[in-house]
């Protein structure tokens, strides 16, 4: 399939010359949404800060020697990204995140950090901080973004208005740090118009790369008891791979992918069941790239 797009895979074998994998992250710093005084009880559809796959113990070094025990066998040889992928991963003080990003980078074989943070958490003092990591290792920085639709971010309890996310863009790329943005396909209310207006809008900012995600509905969250007490429809896994399909060619290749699908936890899953099967879901894109003969940027974004 990579022959099809930019992937992060082969982004990260080119710039290292070897195979780079990510290390999955819990720094326990907790979400500014999700604060039961000040927030506003964190996105509707997030389980767990979206870190369900990330490592688990009480301190980052046991958590990356977890994680790095359970990939040393299919890449013994691997060099590493630390991916501070749970909840909201610049959500404290500049001297504690300094402390964390440094204990991450002194572990044996990681090449650079990866920050998983919200738009409207990234201050003066954080962004100085975040370019002081850029001048000396690999560093990214991901943002979920989800939708363009306004109305649709207010639905999901997003936090923030679209202009939010445009200067953090900003702010970013006048620091030389790569932003990789989130979207979800699938959202409630959404037509296919609206994911791909999505995906054009988030293309015509200055971003790295990019992460397209099927809506998981999942259980002890907001949008599960939504789901469960007037459901909605989920996408199929036949119109998720058309969307692909229509999105792909309107992403510039020089635009990172960092994934195109992605799996919720299958305890807590309600819908949509197809995507429990991961690898017939790859498969299927697969052959529906080679039938469609679809490649990354072979179409002109439209630019807002």
């Known amino acids: 399939m990579q022959s099809h797009y930019h992937s992060l895979n082969d982004d990260l074998r080119a710039r290292f010359g070897q195979r780079v994998v990510k290390l999955s992250l819990n720094a326990y710093l907790g979400c500014p949404h999700r604060d039961p005084v000040t927030g506003e009880g964190g996105c509707t559809f997030c389980g767990e800060g979206s870190g369900h796959f990330a490592g688990t113990g009480p301190s980052l070094w046991e958590q990356l020697s977890h994680q790095k025990a359970l990939l040393s066998h299919k890449w013994p040889h691997a060099a590493y990204i630390a991916y501070f992928q749970a909840y909201t991963n610049t959500y404290a003080p500049v001297e504690v995140l300094r402390a964390l ?9 990681v090449v650079g950090l990866a920050i998983a943070t919200r738009p409207d958490c990234l201050g003066p003092e954080v962004l100085d901080l975040l370019s002081q990591y850029q001048k000396k290792t690999f560093l990214w920085v991901e943002l979920g973004f989800q939708t363009s ?5 207010l639905r999901i309890r997003r936090g923030y208005p679209n202009a939010v996310y445009d200067q953090a863009a900003l702010a970013l790329q006048q620091r030389h740090i790569p932003l990789v943005t989130h979207l979800i396909f699938g959202l409630p209310g959404e037509t296919p118009e609206d994911m791909l207006a999505s995906v054009d809008y988030v293309c015509a900012r200055p971003i790295w790369g990019i992460k397209l995600q099927l809506l998981h509905v999942l259980r002890h969250t907001a949008l599960g008891k939504q789901y469960e007490q007037a459901p909605f429809p989920l996408l199929s896994q036949e119109e998720y791979i058309r969307l692909l399909t229509l999105a792909l060619p309107r992403i510039p290749w020089e635009v990172v992918i960092h994934r195109l699908t992605g799996d919720g936890p299958k305890q807590d899953l309600i ?33 807002h």
């Open 101 to 109: 990003y440094d204990q991450a980078l002194a572990f044996p074989g």
């Open 149 to 153: 639709r306004q109305d649709t971010a």
């Open 271 to 303: 819908g949509p069941a197809w995507s429990k099967n991961k690898k017939a879901v790859l498969n299927a894109l697969h052959q529906a790239f080679l039938e469609k003969k679809i490649r990354q940027g072979s179409a002109v974004p439209v630019k």
